[in-house]
Nanobody, 124 residues
Framework: QVQLAESGGRLVQPGGSLRLSCVDSGRSLSTYAMGWFRQAPGKDRTYVSAISASGVLIDYEDSVKGRFTISRDNARNTVYLQMNSLKPEDTGVYYC?????????????????WGQGTQVTVSS
């Protein structure tokens, strides 16, 4: 059973940076494609970024391109989301998700496993 745990969320001022982590302490994620999603207050959860199991394929939602960077360290069973130049509209709960398939996946329904989320608040 994959059990994902996100961390790194906190209150940050506009223009600031955060690095989110997603780890599965119980097993290797090296064969899992991973994704990051977020849910703003009062809104549906939306796609942010995805990375293939090998790390070769990467994708970003348009509003975060050039500001966010997804990466993974399979030796540490960890996926990261580096977030720079944060804006108030980046506020929300950030979730990581995993699916044991090749390629990258942009839709929530493609993923089998989810973490509990970590709160990111961008405010002055």
């Amino acid at each position: 059973q994959v059990q994902l745990a996100e961390s790194g969320g906190r209150l940050v001022q506009p223009g600031g940076s955060l690095r989110l982590s997603c780890v599965d302490s119980g097993r290797s994620l090296s064969t899992y494609a991973m994704g990051w999603f977020r849910q703003a207050p009062g809104k549906d959860r939306t796609y942010v970024s995805a990375i293939s199991a090998s790390g070769v394929l990467i994708d970003y939602e348009d509003s975060v391109k050039g500001r966010f960077t997804i990466s993974r360290d399979n030796a540490r069973n960890t996926v990261y989301l580096q977030m720079n130049s944060l804006k108030p509209e980046d506020t929300g709960v950030y979730y990581c998700a995993a699916v044991q398939r090749s390629g990258i996946w942009l839709m929530e329904s493609s993923y089998d496993y989810w973490g509990q989320g970590t709160q990111v608040t961008v405010s002055s």
